[in-house]
């Protein structure tokens, strides 16, 4: 558990860095060429820092939920909702959102710089 609280610090740190920079630091958009369903997620965090909760919904509009749900995919206690089919429901529903709105982004040439 310590392990894995360690590396996500750190990928914290290195995320939020090569985002002050203005480094692009998406495997997935280096490889394809596109934004990956996540894009703009660190651009959302950093605008919330600043309170700026417009330019952090217009980044991702799904940035409340992210976070909570990568630490809940790492750290939380299985199953949710003590039933593993409500946490598949769950997982199934967050995953089509994910999805929905990057393809919604995608289609509407959302602008991801």
Not at 41 to 51: G, I, V
Not at 70 to 90: C, D
Request: hydrophobic fraction near 55%.
């Amino acid at each position: 558990m310590k392990k894995k609280f360690i590396i996500l610090a750190l990928t914290a740190i290195y995320i939020i860095a090569m985002a002050l920079l203005g480094i692009t630091i998406c495997p997935f958009k280096r490889f394809t060429g596109y934004p990956c369903p996540a894009c703009g997620a660190t651009r959302a965090y950093l605008s919330l820092l600043k309170l700026d909760f417009k330019s952090a919904f217009y980044y991702h509009p799904l940035f409340p939920i992210l976070l909570p749900m990568v630490i809940y995919i790492l750290f939380g206690k299985r199953p949710l909702f003590k039933s593993e089919k409500n946490e598949k429901v769950f997982l199934v529903i967050f995953a089509v959102l994910i999805a929905f709105v990057w393809i919604y982004r995608l289609l509407h040439k959302f602008d991801f710089k």
